[in-house]
């Protein structure tokens, strides 16, 4: 089993910056695919950024893309989303994912196996 922790939430202005982070413990995920998704209220769970285990090689949703990166230390067992130029529709509860493979869409929920708890962010205008 594996267990997903993020941390780093909270409120920011409309253009000011957050770093989020998400640790895994019980098992290591440096074998993973890891992915980024968000959830605002009323709104479907959708994909922000995902980082293969391997090369690092990064992929993100063009409403982030150039304002937000995801990273990873393997040793640490941590991946990290850094997010610039906040805006308010950036306001959700951001969630890390674990693949345990390459099947399926980085993209769909669907291809991930387990999930943090979220951490909140809110960006006012």
């Known amino acids: 089993q594996v267990q997903l922790v993020e941390s780093g939430g909270g409120l920011v202005q409309a253009g000011g910056s957050l770093r989020l982070s998400c640790v895994a413990s019980g098992r290591t995920v440096s074998n993973y695919p890891m992915g980024w998704f968000r959830q605002a209220p009323g709104k479907e769970r959708e994909f922000v950024g995902d980082?293969?285990?391997?090369?690092?090689?990064?992929s993100y949703a063009d409403s982030v893309q150039g304002r937000f990166t995801i990273s990873r230390d393997n040793a640490k067992n941590t991946v990290h989303l850094q997010m610039n130029s906040l805006k308010p529709e950036d306001t959700a509860v951001y969630y890390c994912?674990?693949?345990?493979?390459?099947?399926?869409?980085?993209?769909?929920?669907?291809?991930?196996?387990?999930w943090g708890q979220g951490t909140q962010v809110t960006v006012s205008s």
């Open positions: 994912a674990a693949r345990t493979d390459y099947s399926g869409r980085a993209s769909s929920s669907l291809s991930y196996r387990y």
């Open positions: 980082i293969t285990w391997n090369l690092g090689i990064t």
